[in-house]
């Protein structure tokens, strides 16, 4: 949701699933083990037994919802998608957003995708690598990305008289998701230290995926305190 700190700067906030029934409890245990195994190790390397011992539960448990340790990463993905579709249709509602400008829209965003994606750097990696060889993974990924393209999109065409001529809205706001989420699954599979063998901390990757949004949406960029 959106919500107003003392300077009354929107921030985003994750919408967690709602609590599930006390049936589910296994489940999201298991669920909640392998996406904090995924920080620890590669999916290839990771076990069914692992995630057991991790979550307090059975080897028979986990066989009884999954039939493997991948029909597992496509539940936990789908929860992913679940609650980020949730998040863009509380966070996005227009009336929340009234009277920011377009470039401190883009800067809340940023900052609030490129701290989940780091919190949750293990599942991203490996999404990564199955949106690419997986059908199944692909389309969920693209589901969530026209559901945030499209409500971004609401919000740039009521702010295109600060934006640069000729923007279409919706355009624009693909092209924002493409330039955030290309460098941010990039920096997923490289972690800290990317191929030029340079680290980037978090707080600089904010800066650049910011400055280049807005560069290309042609606002005028935020006034950092």
């Known amino acids: 949701m959106v919500i107003s700190d003392e300077k009354h700067e929107p921030t985003l906030v994750w919408m967690r699933a709602p609590q599930q029934a006390r049936s589910q409890a296994t489940l999201d245990r298991l669920l909640d083990a392998a996406e904090a195994l995924l920080d620890e190790g590669s999916f290839d390397q990771l076990s069914v037994q692992a995630i057991c011992k991790r979550a307090a539960s059975s080897v028979g448990a986990f066989y009884t919802r999954f039939a493997d340790k991948v029909a597992l990463l496509h539940v936990l993905h789908e ?7 949730n998040t863009a249709r509380i966070s996005l509602q227009p009336e929340l957003w009234d ?8 800067d809340v965003m940023v900052r609030f995708v490129v701290t989940e994606y780091a919190q949750r750097r293990g599942l991203r990696k490996e999404l990564v690598r199955r949106n690419g060889i997986d059908p199944a993974f692909r389309a969920r990924s693209i589901d969530v990305a026209a559901d945030t393209v499209g409500r971004l999109s609401v919000l740039l065409a009521q702010r295109l008289p600060e934006l640069g001529a ?12 493409r330039l955030m989420f290309g460098v941010l699954d990039q920096h997923a599979v490289y972690a800290d230290t990317g191929p030029a063998g340079i680290v980037v901390a978090e707080a600089d990757l904010i800066d650049a995926i910011s400055l280049a949004l807005v560069s290309y949406l042609r606002a005028t960029p935020v006034r950092r305190s």
């Open 79 to 85: 929860r992913l998608c679940e609650e980020a579709k």
């Open 166 to 177: 000729g923007h279409d809205p919706l355009k624009a706001a693909e092209m924002c998701n």
């Open 99 to 106: 009277g920011v400008p377009a470039a401190q829209i883009i």
